[in-house]
Nanobody, 118 residues
Framework: QLQLVESGGGLVQPGGSLKLSCTAS????????VSWFRQAPGKEREAVSCISRVGNFRKYVDSVKGRFTISGDAAKNTVYLQMNSLKPEDTAVYYCNAHNFGSSLNYWGQGTQVTVSS
């Protein structure tokens, strides 16, 4: 079964940290560009960060630069999003997306809730 599964979300106080995981099954995640998106209530889904297939290119939305770090572990078939110095405005459902530009195959995870609140 081909799927992406996110984990690591939860409730954290402002200034705290969380590490999200995006694990693929049924395909090799390292063959895909992987992105993290988030969607807050009443807002459109926005791209937060992405990492290229070979991991040598990373990009972040301005609002998370210096606080979030995307990384990959090919042996675990997993991409991570380390989130530090979390703010209430980071509260959202976070989704993982894997895209292969050659085949146009595209997968989404089910999402994991991140809530930043005191």
């Amino acid at each position: 079964q081909l799927q992406l599964v996110e984990s690591g979300g939860g409730l954290v106080q402002p200034g705290g940290s969380l590490k999200l995981s995006c694990t693929a099954s049924g395909f090799t995640l390292a063959s895909y560009a992987v992105s993290w998106f988030r969607q807050a209530p009443g807002k459109e889904r926005e791209a937060v960060s992405c990492i290229s297939r070979v991991g040598n290119f990373r990009k972040y939305v301005d609002s998370v630069k210096g606080r979030f770090t995307i990384s990959g572990d090919a042996a675990k078939n997993t991409v991570y999003l380390q989130m530090n110095s979390l703010k209430p405005e980071d509260t959202a459902v976070y989704y993982c997306n894997a895209h292969n530009f050659g085949s146009s195959l595209n997968y989404w995870g089910q999402g994991t809730q991140v809530t930043v609140s005191s």
